[in-house]
């Protein structure tokens, strides 16, 4: 059998990352896809010199030209501004519009058979934007956000009760922003609720800190956003694609009804397999959380708007 191609439109530090994770998780041969000369190249070229070292074998090729993304399996968007301090994912809305609009153009022409993920920020409306563009069905067009949200939820619970990260099992559901919904009903350590081991003032705070995390990296980081953290997230997202893992994870999908909400994309958790998203599993939410993620999805639908 031949190996899978992996499409990365975007060769930035989140690009990069992605690139190196195909390479060591042997998930197919990687096309680093970059406007600017000499990037995608040159991060190529390292990466095949890293590749005896871990016995690696795949290709990967540094290029300018979208064509080279011919018969791609999976593409996975990056392309666009990151945030710089003082600003919010929805400031980058216009500016990454127009570069979403482009790349769309190019995975429809190029790589029509695709599973999309869009990782680009303010990534629902970017992700509903790329739907649109490529006229995919919406099962293969997703964002990457539930899943990096929800890692951080867990990361700061298993550092607050001083467990094994694999111990905790959470969701953060709705819009990848400041209204995000972890949902505290669902999230667990060792099958124990949560709210049985943290109290409830603390688990305020974690969260509040879950739904800052994103911004909290940015100001330390200064020049840039996270990006080891997103691009392993859109790395669980490809595994499950490509070996038919039917995960359930939270992603963002275009809404058919769900929740009661329409045509919006938004975070919910879904079975996640080789036919792209399989289902949208529908949970029964507390009055509270149901309630955050409509208003959630009314600020994810604002930026739609703008659009």
């Not at 390292?46 to 593409?75: E, M, S, Y």
């Not at 190029?110 to 649109?132: G, H, K």
């Not at 609720?193 to 990296?217: F, N, T």
Request: glycine residues 12%; proline residues 4%.
């Amino acid at each position: 059998m031949s190996r899978k191609k992996i499409a990365l439109i975007g060769a930035g530090q989140i690009g990069g990352t992605l690139a190196l994770l195909s390479g060591l998780r042997n998930l197919g041969d990687v096309v680093l896809y970059d406007v600017v000369e000499g990037m995608p190249q040159g991060k190529a070229l390292d990466l095949q010199h890293l590749a005896p070292v871990f016995g690696c074998d795949f290709a990967v090729k540094g290029t300018n030209d979208i064509r080279d993304i011919q018969g791609a399996d999976v593409c996975v968007v990056t392309s666009g501004i990151p945030r710089k301090p003082g600003m919010s994912r929805d400031d980058l809305v216009k500016t990454n519009a127009d570069i979403i609009r482009k790349v769309g153009e190019g995975i429809k022409t190029y790589a029509p058979q695709a599973f999309v993920i869009v990782i680009t920020n303010p990534l629902d409306a970017m992700a509903y934007l790329m739907q649109q563009v490529t006229g995919f069905p919406a099962e293969r067009v997703v964002g990457m956000a539930g899943v990096l949200d929800t890692a951080r939820y867990q990361a700061f619970l298993a550092e607050e009760l001083k467990v094994s990260v694999s111990s905790v099992s959470a969701f953060v559901l709705g819009g990848h922003g400041d209204d995000m919904v972890p949902v505290r009903s669902y999230t667990t350590c060792g099958g124990v609720p949560i709210d049985k081991l943290i109290s409830s003032e603390r688990l305020d705070a974690i969260e509040k800190r879950v739904r800052g995390a994103g911004g909290e990296v940015v100001a330390l980081l200064k020049t840039g956003s996270a990006f080891y953290s997103p691009a392993a997230s859109a790395i669980q997202m490809v595994e499950a694609y490509l070996f038919d893992q039917k995960k359930v994870l939270a992603a963002a999908v275009r809404c058919t009804g769900e929740y009661g909400l329409d045509k919006v994309y938004l975070g919910l958790p879904i079975i996640l397999g080789s036919k792209g998203v399989e289902k949208i599993l529908e949970i029964e939410l507390r009055d509270e959380e149901r309630k955050a993620l409509h208003e959630s999805a009314g600020r994810v639908q604002g930026l739609i708007d703008i659009l």
